[in-house]
């Protein structure tokens, strides 16, 4: 049988970037614990619509846990409780009748608040435009098979492949760094032999855009890899700084 | 309206080539003097974008989300499709392209089929070279799986993340232009009209979504790379946003739309669990490679499965269709398990699901074979479910996911406005009356990496585009539709909402509607009916439905809204399509249209075409065109999965 539980919402309200936020209220009940925890703010949502009042604004998009869009810092952890879990594929039955929820924004210097729930995170493009590819135009490409790949080599560069791209590593991380996302990236295509020819600069270009977008460093916190929904491992960080110094020690 | 498809003359196999080199071409110097709009950046408008800025063309590209990577695309699971034959297990370009053509029941373009089938072979190399970690075998070399009704292996994949792989090559292949100059990129923009200056697409008016502002962009070409239109229904696999928007637009602006009514529903999705529910996840169906569709022998069985013996039992499908067995095409599968559903022996509370069962394979395999395979995926199952399928079977039911309709476009992928042109799931072009599984990616692939660069170049280099900016007469026009629309949208919002719906309600009504009477099953009473009622939403939508907050703002809820009243008017074209195609063919099954065994009947002599919908304003009915298809290479047959 289905459940249902009574809940007290404290979600961050913020009318656009200039304005000052503040937490409100809401109370919710008969949140059915097979719900999405997207779907109870979806009911919440509708509730305050029928109130005439405006709905909480907050990115979402395939409610699969892969585009990366939804986020939100839920009781103090990015994505919620629920380890390797996207605030979409996490599911009330993880809540009990009676809890105060509280739900903010991804909080970070690089990530403008847009409106409540809602953040600007194009920092992280801009750190994969910086160099998070192999430049290779369409066309002319050799035959897939030329180019072997051991078996372990895959799965460790899809490992780091798997990043969503969401930002809860720099949400939760004290120093506010982006050194997950932008190491994930830099060890994919480091470890994969089409990425070799441009690794040092590759290296050096994205590190570079990570800093003047203003995030912050690495202390080995881990947080990031606790609240990554992908599980990606902090050894990717260590790649990227090998990568980083390499690129500098090694010469041209 | 006239329909000229442009297939190329010749052999089927030299039609590409042949086509390649009639085509007219830009010299690399003029190139920079023209620009692309690209609206959408799934895999066909990242891949077009990209391509076309390393050829040199100017590209303005668009996006809803707050970033390019974040289309739809990202969440196919199963794999790609290519004609490797790289299992030497008789794999071939004819015998994809012929899998891909009776896969779509005979109501797909030869040409373009065989054209598809020719470059996927190149798409595998493009994105390996890019770095999309594919999985290997353990010499290094490419792995395949066989999927979805496929009797060689011929696709490839990356875990079950095989569209997210896919999606990130083409972003880095665009984040790479962005970088250099060669696209402007233009995050959390809507496109909300197409521009149409001396009968060509020359630009397009959206709204951005963090200021409100309506913006114009001049061109000399647009691309509509939008997806498909399969949330008209409400619930279905497509992400929140996927919406019609673009398409519909254009077509009201001259673009026809061809077979509205082919929407591909899915078997293999979770069964729905409840009213809040927001949309419908789906699972690979590559599942189906080891797991056992079954469903209790007798009528309500309600004892769980692990009680059931194997003797009461039924594997529907292995015994139905021994020689495909688990792996019939996807139209085959959901049908079955409506019938099933229908029969009374469907299982779990709503008694809309069947067992999709992996217990043998574990046996077979071991658990860490079955787990590597499709680890992500039991995960996935599981948080939704709370329930894991390495110990009791999965619950599966069809679910709405792919529409093979879409904005109809010639061999050059150009709809009925010159110059505006229709990428991937947003035309109609390859899959016919049903896709075949890992053939989405491929096609939108194919189109945005391989097909767009030879029709930009031709239209370019034939045609004359006279110069002209957002800043003329039709920009501010068409800009002025948009502001009274989205006035429209907001009239009922003075006085509170007492009394009046929300956005959400209308669209449950619609999508109730669309699944009730055009969904997997259809006949002329309940299509009638539906055609009936869907006048009673429209007007329920715009007397009542109530949208809060501002146009100049953040406004999730007017976004939804503009994009629910296009699915409205556009559901009309669905009713009247399914109901103009008195055949079953493919998804499309008439309960009129059946052999006695309750197969799929196709009518050959009458309903071998493309129907193309014209526009013809607001208070009159579509006018429905004819596309002959032509078949010189293969004989149309009734499928048989037997």
């Not at chain 2, 990242?46 to 303005?60: F, N």
């Not at chain 2, 080891?290 to 022998?297: A, L, S, T």
């Not at chain 2, 394979?361 to 399928?389: C, H, W």
């Amino acid at each position: 049988m289905m459940s249902t539980i009574d809940l007290t919402l404290k979600i961050w309200r913020q009318k656009n970037s200039d304005a000052l936020g503040d937490f409100e209220t809401y109370i919710l009940r008969d949140i059915s614990t097979d719900m999405s925890f997207l779907e109870m703010i979806d009911v919440l949502n509708e509730q305050l619509t029928r109130e005439g009042k405006e709905p909480v604004a907050f990115d979402h998009d395939c409610r699969e846990g892969i585009c990366g869009a939804c986020g939100a810092v839920v009781d103090g952890v990015a994505h919620g409780p629920d380890l390797e879990t996207t605030l979409c594929q996490l599911h009330m039955r993880k809540f009990k009748s009676g809890d105060t929820i509280v739900i903010e924004p991804f909080r970070s210097i690089a990530f403008p608040i847009k409106k409540d729930l809602l953040v600007d995170r194009s920092a992280l493009d801009r750190i994969i435009q910086a160099g998070g590819f192999v430049s290779v135009n369409t066309g002319g490409t050799v035959d897939g098979n030329s180019i072997p790949v051991s078996t372990e080599t895959a799965e460790l560069a899809m490992d780091a492949a798997s990043c969503i791209g969401c930002g809860a590593c720099v949400a939760s991380c004290p120093n506010g760094a982006a050194m997950l996302f932008t190491g994930a990236k830099i060890a994919q295509l480091s470890l994969l032999p089409q990425g070799h020819p441009e690794r040092k600069e590759r290296a050096r270009s994205m590190v570079t855009q990570m800093d003047k977008e203003g995030f912050g460093y690495c202390s080995n916190e881990k947080e990031c890899e606790l609240a990554c929904p992908k599980g990606i491992s902090i050894r990717n960080i260590a790649r990227m700084n090998r990568e980083f110094l390499k690129s500098f020690l090694l010469g041209e | 309206m006239e329909l000229n498809s442009r297939i190329p003359s010749g052999p089927l196999a030299e039609k590409w080539d042949s086509h390649r080199f009639q085509s007219k071409l830009v010299n690399p110097a003029n190139r920079r003097k023209f620009r692309v709009i690209v609206v959408g950046t799934g895999l066909a408008g990242a891949s077009a974008a990209a391509t076309l800025a390393e050829l040199g063309y100017k590209v303005d590209a668009f996006c809803l989300h707050d970033s390019p990577r974040r289309a739809h695309s990202i969440a196919a699971q199963g794999g790609i499709n290519a004609a490797k034959n790289y299992q030497n297990d008789g794999d071939s370009v004819f015998r994809l392209f012929y899998d891909t053509i009776k896969g779509g029941d005979f109501r797909a373009r030869e040409a373009n089929v065989y054209r598809l089938a020719q470059v996927s072979t190149e798409i595998i190399d493009q994105c390996v070279a890019q770095g999309v970690p594919f999985a290997r075998e353990y010499g290094g070399t490419l792995a395949n799986r066989s999927f979805g009704g496929a009797q060689v292996s011929r696709t490839f994949y990356a875990r079950g993340q095989t569209g997210q792989q896919l999606l990130l090559g083409a972003y880095s292949a665009l984040s790479r232009q962005i970088n250099s100059g060669g696209v402007t990129m233009y995050n959390r923009r809507e496109m909300m009209d197409v521009v149409v200056v001396d009968g060509k697409a020359r630009g397009v008016v959206v709204r951005n979504m963090i200021s409100g502002a309506i913006e114009s962009y001049s061109a000399d070409a647009v691309l509509l790379c939008t997806g498909g239109y399969g949330n008209a229904y409400f619930l279905s696999t497509n992400a929140m946003a996927s919406n019609v928007t673009a398409a519909w637009r254009a077509c009201r602006r001259g673009a026809a739309f061809a077979n509205p009514s082919f929407v591909q529903i899915h078997p293999t999705c979770i069964p729905v669990h409840g009213d809040y529910q927001s949309k419908l996840t789906l699972m690979s169906e590559s599942l189906r490679n080891d797991g056992r569709v079954w469903v209790p022998k007798n009528k309500d069985d309600t004892r769980p499965p692990a009680q059931i013996p194997e003797e009461d039992r039924d594997y529907y499908l292995e015994s139905k269709y021994p020689s495909f067995g688990n792996l019939v095409p996807r139209d085959v599968a959901s049908r079955n398990a409506k019938e099933q559903c229908d029969q009374g022996k469907g299982v779990g509370s709503t008694g809309l699901a069947v067992y999709l069962d992996f217990g043998d394979a574990i046996k077979r395999d071991g658990e860490d074979v079955i787990l590597r395979k499709y680890g992500n995926l039991f995960q996935m199952y599981e948080k939704i479910t709370d329930s894991d399928p390495m110990v009791e079977p999965m619950m599966i039911y069809p679910a709405v996911h792919y529409t093979m309709g879409g904005l109809w476009v010639d061999y050059n992928l150009m709809t009925t406005i010159p110059g505006l042109f229709a990428l991937g799931e947003c035309n109609f072009s390859d899959h016919g009356a049903n896709r075949l599984g890992a053939s989405a990616l491929m096609q939108g692939l194919a189109d945005g990496y391989f097909v767009i660069s030879t029709s930009i170049g031709h239209y370019f280099g034939s045609e004359r585009i006279n110069p002209v900016t957002n800043a003329d007469a039709a920009f501010k026009e068409v800009e002025n539709e948009v502001n009274e629309r989205m006035q429209k949208l907001l009239q009922n919002s003075s006085g509170g909402p007492s009394g009046k719906v929300t956005v959400d309600d209308v669209h449950k009504e619609l999508g109730r509607l669309l699944w009730d009477n055009c969904g997997m099953a259809r006949n002329r009473q309940d299509l009638e009916l539906a055609l009936e009622e869907l006048p009673k939403i429209k007007d329920k939508f715009w007397n009542s439905v109530y949208v809060p907050g501002a146009a100049d703002d953040i406004n999730q809820s007017i976004e939804k809204a503009g994009r629910v009243a296009d699915f409205i008017e556009f559901g009309e074209f669905m009713i009247r399509d399914a109901l103009a195609r008195e055949e079953s063919c493919g998804c499309h099954l008439r309960e009129e249209s059946q052999t006695e065994e309750n197969e799929a009947l196709r009518d050959d002599d009458k309903y071998s075409h493309v129907s193309v919908w014209e526009y013809k304003g607001d208070d009159q009915p579509p006018e429905m065109h004819k596309e002959h298809l032509v078949f010189e290479n293969v004989t149309p047959s009734q499928r048989s999965y037997k």
